[in-house]
DNA sequence: TCGGGGACTGCAAAGGGTTGCAGCGACACC
DNA sequence: GGTGTCGCTGCAACCCTTTGCAGTCCCCGA
């Protein structure tokens, strides 16, 4: 086999180097690092300099073999280019890092058959998976599950440990905000099929129209972008709505785009209303109203339950974030 | 020690278990899925069937620990949620996981001095790092290249495997585009300090500015942020500047921005350029003229060749990819 | 018939740590 | 002085896989 040699030819310095040039045994450097106070502190000031001088750093790999934890986490989220992920990887990450893991970030191109291969791919090589927005079937989460330590975001799934938003509540938020602006004919811009979200979004919507007694033409499903929005565009027109809440900003952003190229203006002809606030929400004309997601927080609680429920026994809990209706420039009063 | 238990009670199947429920030595399973070639068929076939159904995958961990490479690869770049990254964040993964590599992602928060913490932290972890716009000294990456791989993104490090962008010649073209538009007083927001990519921008920019006959303020440095663009609006009226090339479209959307809040209409009384062509740069009004930026191209190409020569002896290439000047809305004629 | 070679397979060491157990000296207490 | 305890350290097995080496078997050519 090819040693793993540095640039200048030296090999990288072992436990068992730092044992000789310090005159101890290696079970006493091990524990000089993963249990201090049970070595000396002359010795352990004296394994620790050693150490330094010889650049030694304890080899994870090795560790993980016989600890049979790596200290290291999964994150699979759909596409690590939807401005939606990456507030919430930055934050995982962040979170991760300083509890002394290490997180590995996935993309499964919008397909659910990659989050099967991905997890299994990473199952023996991480001490959990956090599952962003999966769209996998429930049944082979359960399976998946047995594999590896699971926390799902964006989905609940009986008996896993979860980060939902309440996107439920956000919708209903946002076509109460429709409603009382006058609008009785709606339409929904549906997301994804599969999607736990979309589903949350599309029966909270529903309800709430009912409700407010105000017409809603539910749309899709489509895919959660741009182009999709854009590309639905005429199909919102024909439903005859004055008002449509996109299943995300991005596909708002879609609509008010192919909106602005058809001549119908916002929100005086036509109130558009997204969810997950991304930052490019209020940098767009008209600045969109939205449903704001705490995806950072999302992120970061997401990584704490993986690792607490690792620790002590597995929970189950599922933790809800809330949500809130960010009103900005994109709605406006019934032009009828 | 706590041995990993799967959910269902049963420990995770090694190599071993496979080799007995198939009644062959464990070099025998080891060389079906490491050297296939060297295994009789039946004796694969049969392995392979028991190996399936005991739900067995080799551990890397283990694997790592004999072999030296752990197959995985860091990327440490400043800030995640920068629109500029989730790009190249995307396409390496997606041309390491091609290559059976698995990625870690980390992000400095714009902090030099992470930079090197992290790559310490990731090295003996991975066969290699991808650095993507380094601030940190050439000493420190002179010291850190020797403890791992490096190949280095957005930066020129001799004897260093490097990828940069040709944003030198995209300055260029965006002040001779804004120079043919007549302006002759122009200003550069400057971006940080450290940056490699900035002391390009300038240095090329002041060049194409003094071969053009055109007056140049250079301002900065600055934060890469759209706040910091926009507090920056003052200065940069104040130079009496008609056009002015920002070091990145997040600065230049800030700009916009602060411009819009004072009145000043873009681009009659003042054109703006930026620098990457983040998505986000043809969806804001007017819509910004930019020099694009490879970005997933980048990304593919630093793995690929962090790949490469990691099999065959170093190479220290650098790979330089042209940018294009995109031009949107955001320039027109000087007014005077 | 025998030697040689090729195709497989088994054996065992190695890789870098961790950890239960035992040894040992120092000290306190009776 | 004997005994028990405590603090520290050494010993050696173990984690899971890879791989150089050696052995076995079979086939082929001389």
Redesign the interface.
């Known amino acids: 086999?090819?040693?793993?040699v540095?640039?200048?030819g030296s090999v990288?310095a072992t436990i068992r180097d730092v044992a000789r040039a310090s005159g101890v045994h290696v079970s006493t450097v091990s524990r000089t690092f993963s249990a201090p106070h049970l070595v000396n502190p002359d010795t352990r000031s004296r394994v620790l300099s050693t150490a330094e001088s010889l650049?030694y750093?304890?080899?994870?790999?090795?560790r993980?073999?016989?600890?049979?934890?790596?200290h290291?986490i999964g994150l699979i989220v759909a596409?690590?280019?939807n401005?939606f992920?990456?507030?919430l990887?930055?934050a995982a990450?962040?979170q991760a890092?300083q509890r002394d893991y290490?997180?590995?970030?996935?993309?499964t191109?919008e397909d659910p058959v990659m989050e099967e291969q991905l997890v299994?791919?990473?199952?023996?090589?991480v001490d959990g998976v956090l599952l962003c927005s999966p769209r996998m079937s429930n049944d082979l989460i359960e399976k998946l599950?047995?594999?590896v330590?699971l926390v799902v975001v964006n989905r609940a799934v009986d008996g896993l440990p979860a980060v939902v938003m309440d996107v439920a509540n956000g919708a209903k938020a946002a076509i109460e905000h429709l409603v009382g602006l006058g609008h009785t004919r709606l339409a929904l811009l549906g997301g994804p099929r599969g999607s736990w979200t979309n589903r949350e979004i599309r029966r909270s919507t529903t309800a709430a129209a009912k409700a407010a007694g105000a017409d809603l033409t539910v749309l899709g499903p489509h895919h959660p972008t741009?182009a999709a929005g854009a590309a639905a565009c005429d199909a919102v027109l024909a439903t005859g709505a004055t008002a449509v809440l996109a299943y995300n900003d991005l596909m708002a952003?879609g609509l008010l785009?192919a909106l602005h190229d058809r001549g119908v203006s916002v929100p005086a002809e036509l109130s558009v209303v997204g969810i997950d606030d991304i930052?490019?929400s209020r940098?767009?004309?008209p600045k969109l109203t939205t449903v704001s997601t705490p995806t950072a927080a999302a992120g970061r609680a997401a990584v704490d339950m993986l690792l607490q429920h690792d620790d002590e026994r597995?929970t189950t809990a599922t933790v809800t974030l809330q949500t809130e209706l960010i009103v900005r420039d994109s709605t406006g009063p019934n032009p009828h």
Chains 1, 2 share one sequence.
């Open positions: 086999m090819t040693a793993t540095c640039i200048n990288p650049g750093r304890p080899n994870r790999a090795a993980a073999l016989i600890t049979g934890r790596t290291n596409d690590i280019a401005p992920f990456p507030p990887i930055k990450e962040s890092r290490h997180l590995f970030v996935a993309d191109n299994q791919a990473l199952a023996k090589q599950r047995r594999e330590p741009e952003i785009e930052s490019l940098l767009i004309r597995r």
